[in-house]
């Protein structure tokens, strides 16, 4: 009897502390509601430059050389910083490096002088930063799958260095001085500064990172910073919030505005979207629902722009079927993509009739974009379609096809899965799909050992250059896996990887050549180009997303009154 | 009851020692590798990456050497969390889960309690009927409709809690009376069931029949004797509390075990599922026999199961 | 009190004749345990009402998507979206049928008439023009046809282990029960989801998924009954009359488990119901073009804000068959069960 009338009074207890706590809740939502009424008062700057901001995932690695994921990327670029750094326009701006490089006549040696900067624990950033941890990235012990994947064939030695046929002090990066890096390349790479932009290539502070050893990047404690913000807490990769403040100590301070970044996981857009509504958050993740997008059709707080990565379906030309051109044909002409991005997406994705996707690369001497030479390529065609359909059947002697069609199991995968399953039987008469939605890890160990007819999958490139999606599709290429093979193609991609390197005008055209093989083949078919749709407090000024590598930088950013 | 004791800590180790079994046979059967950025990697270094992991050994020896680490108490590394010991992401985990299972339980089972003592006293009146809905309810709507709804109809619409995230008391109310739900509904019904029992029995008729207060017949005598077997309930209840969390937590963003299991499963990340798995299962088995060990000790009248030899 | 002083003179009495055939007239109609059941599930209203939902919604899974005109899987992304809209509802403005939503700033528009759309969608339609009053009825076909087929299964291995463990007793009772025992530690979810991820999605996978440790309460309780029925009179008197032990278990003993079997089924099912939705909600569901509740739930909550009506139809289906079903497992607990009988 004791005993429940405790247990009584416990509870008791604590709804009175619900009722409290929820009484002080409602109280900050006050302050929230009346800080946007005065927002009609123009820019002002905020007196507090505190945001608050929602990351879809946890961060599952803080050491540059580790992170392989867009939130990792994301925190290393706001609190580390590497030669070059992505500005508000998407370009590669120098940042530790002091001004441009010089490069030598061909194009294979970069020099870089370093401007004065320092480590949060008082060190100066020095070259030998530099060296300490590309060789890191690429040493076999480290395990990094961003190192070799982006160093090789770019910078010298790299896969041998791998491999373990060369030592790591083979690498291409040499420490002239304390403030003097020389790079040398396999090859000419015309968007080699860009790289630099990317976190991989990241300095690392030698004495800190040996003297913490296994503890290096676990938490905030164990972390050393030369960035804009400071990374001040965070208990580690399985913690859900986390604080970014600024780093008084970085040579560009004076043009950090925004002292502080609170951060929080939530996993759900509708979540995400609520509790923006509520005040919770100024800036959520990416929305992919289009149910949660769709409410804010015109509302100035949603910020979308336009990817470059695109998704289509890949044909495997083992089944025998799809090994007939016109059946390709066929099939890459039989969807609906613009009811596909305006009626299901609908949240500013394109519809792809091209492989290389727009705004993404520009013409090196006339700075038109990629698609402007080669525009539409495949744009949906019922009749067209049927036509080559009729034509394929009877090629093979047969008057209907089952396929299978691999998709994701996420909600937008399942419903963009479904509508083009659709689509396509009943634009192509005796066409039978059988839609498998697989998990992702599936999804890739079914492509590797191409063990599916029709793959719904999609490509999100790590730097600024046509070449990540033309070598996509070389014959026996790594990421084929379709078994397309052109001889055309292959040349003319293998001529721009090579003795067209030095030519970069030349080269792009080469790489635009290529593309219109790949669809006189029917090797692919495009779905769409993704866009994405994030909503941003109207009081943040200065938002600023990238398009690869890391997602945001808030060093550009402030908040207003 | 130490013998018996003893036999249950052995079938435990012998389930927890199939169930680890098991998983990482599924598991190995699952396609694919836990590399998420399998998509760009070469084959070359594609084998590296496994070779590292030690991922291509034949599956027997990777089997022996999981266990052998089991046996030690190394639950491996996470591979989606880069090289993070799994204990670690488990630990920082366990915390919210165990909270917000805690809160619901205790809810749960005190307002359920309350409502099937109600229940019984006014049997058969229309206070009866609607603490009998609102069990049926509890029981029969789907938890994650019931914190869908309330979330937007209480979180967003009304702006009574934070609608996400867990920050501090006001963040677990919401997660909590949803998880709740269910706890309130079993405990009111089988609160009901007893106490109409025990109202019924001859010891309350005497008490009546004596002219004692029909309150203090319900509390003193009644009440008491009706909440024994309503501990039996709670194993089971604190067990349907974890399968609740594996969405509540996702729908509210509690960081607890239950939204990173799903995250793991989805993801492939082979050595957090085992050891969730695991860990789930040894909480579960703990519980049961606790209930189990409780039961004897509170009422001597129920002879455990081991004891008849 | 005058009727006290009133004296009874002695001939107002008269012998009674005693009729010893009369004496054992049963008053009542005799009842068999069936019988009897039913007289006090009758009395039961909820469960009457349930029993007539579940008839109702039975019959609905059956017929209702060859109701409405629309075909459930037939897609028409020009009609996503849409709102309900019944005629002859539409013009009564607190039917939520008039085929107008709310946006979030609180205007009221009618997709109907912004995209010039002549049919009436019954319960509108979802994100691909699918219609929802089919895929309801549909969805509701496939999840009762799970939750009954593992239902089902449950009770075939769930008695036949329990009768075989409580009757043979002994070695082969101690060997059944640890393994029960080991099986009950597993927390079924999470082998559920496992088994989801190994087997492929799919009606057949999701029942085994959902059966492989189903069948262990069932088990249990089968298993009780028999150890105490087995040494009654009518069982002992059977085996000294030389029956075999097939013949035992299930001519004798069956019968009078009936009760309990049928009451934990009726337990089990909303059960099955609830994990097939859940595994769809953590997305191990069906796939399309098959749907179920679950995946319906699954979608519409994504979409819940925008458009609550893909989720609110599914969700209330979902509640009234889950509710429907317990009722009716409480209201047979009641009758079948002995204990409770008043």
Redesign the interface.
Known sequence: ?KK?KF??L??LT?VL??FL??C???DK?DEAATDNDSDAKGSELAETQEITVLESA?I??M?SV????TVGFTMINNVNEGLFRLDQEQNAVPALSDGEPTVSEDGTVYTFKLRDAKWSNGDTVTAHDFVYAWQRAIG?ET?S??G??IM?GVIKNAVQV??GELDVNQLGVEALSDNELKVTLEKPVPYFTALMAFPTFYPQNQKFVEEKGADYAKNAENLIFNGPFKMTKW???????WTLEKNEEYWDAENVTLTKINY?????PQ??A??F??G?ADVTPKLSTPAVISQYEGDPRLVTWLEPTEFWLKLNQENEALANKNIRFAISLAFDKDALVNDILQNGSLAANYAVPAGFVKHPETGEDFREANGDMNTFDAEKAKEYWTKGLAELGVDKLELNFLGG?TETSKTVDAFLKDQLQNNLPGLTINLESV??????????TQDYDILH?G?GP?YPDPMTYSDLWLTGG??NKMSYSSAKYDELVKSAQGELAAKPAERFEALQEAEKVLFEDAALAPTYQRASNVLVSDKLEGFTYHIFGPEYSWKYAKLNK | MIKYIGQRVI??I???F??AS??FF??K?????????????????LE??LD??KLDEPVPVQYVAYMTNLVKGDLGT?Y?????PVS??L???IGASALLGF?AL??GT??GIILGVIGALKQNTWIDYGTTFIA??G????S??FA??L??YV??KL????????????YT?MPTIALAMFPIAIAARFMRTEMVEVLGSDYITLARAKGANYFEIAFKHA??NA?IPVITVLGPLA?SL??GS??IE????V?GLG?????S????DYSV?MA??LL??FL??VV?LIVDILYGLIDPRIRLAGGKK | MAQFDEKISKDQFEPAIIDASTSERISKPSLNYWQDAWLRVRKNKGAIVSLVVIGFLIIMALIGPSLSKFDSNKQNTKHANLPPRIEALENISWLPFDGTRTLKNGNVVNPYEQKQIEEYYWFGTDALGRDQFSRVWKGTQISLYIAFLAAFIDMVIGVTFGAVSGYFGGRVDNIMQ?II??L????N???V???I??LKPGIISITVALTITGWVSMARVIRAQVLKLKNQEFVLASRTLGASHAKIIFKHLLPNLAGVIIINTMFSI?NAI?FE??LS???LGLQDPLASLGTL?DEG?RA??AFPYQ?LVP?IV??VV??A???IA?GLRDALDPKMRD
């Open positions: 009897m429940s247990s009584l416990l509870v604590l502390s619900m706590a929820a002080s809740g409602g939502k946890e599952p690695s050491d580790l992170a392989e994921d076999q395990a799958f961003y070799p994947y090789s791998n491999a208990d580690g990769v399985a913690a859900t919030e929080n996981t939530s996993k759900d979540a995400a609520n509790a509504e509520a919770q199991d998990p992702f890890s599936v999804r890739l160990d079914r492509e590797d999958a490509w790590d790594g990421h | 079938y435990m012998i389930t927890l199939l169930i098991m998983t599924l598991m059967l699952i396609p694919g590798t836990p590399f998420k950025n399998q998509a760009k990697m070469s084959d070359e270094q590296m990456m590292h992991y996470s989606q969390f880069a090289n993070t670690e992401l630990g920082a985990r809160q205790l809810v005190v307002f049926v309810i029981k029969s709507i789907p994650f409709v869908g709804l979330q937007y979180g967003v702006g009574w809690f934070p609608v996400a995230f867990w920050k501090g008391p006001e109310v009440l008491r909440l067990v974890m399968t594996l969405v996702k729908i509210f963003s960081p939204e990173q299991f799903v995250k499963v989805q993801v492939n599922i969730t798995t789930f299962a579960f088995i049961i | 640890r025992e080991v009950s530690g597993i927390p979810l999470v082998i989801i496992l088994m991820i190994v909303p609830f939705a859940f909600f953590i997305g739930i909550f819940m804000i989720m969700a979902i509640s889950m509710i079903f317990n009722m409480d």
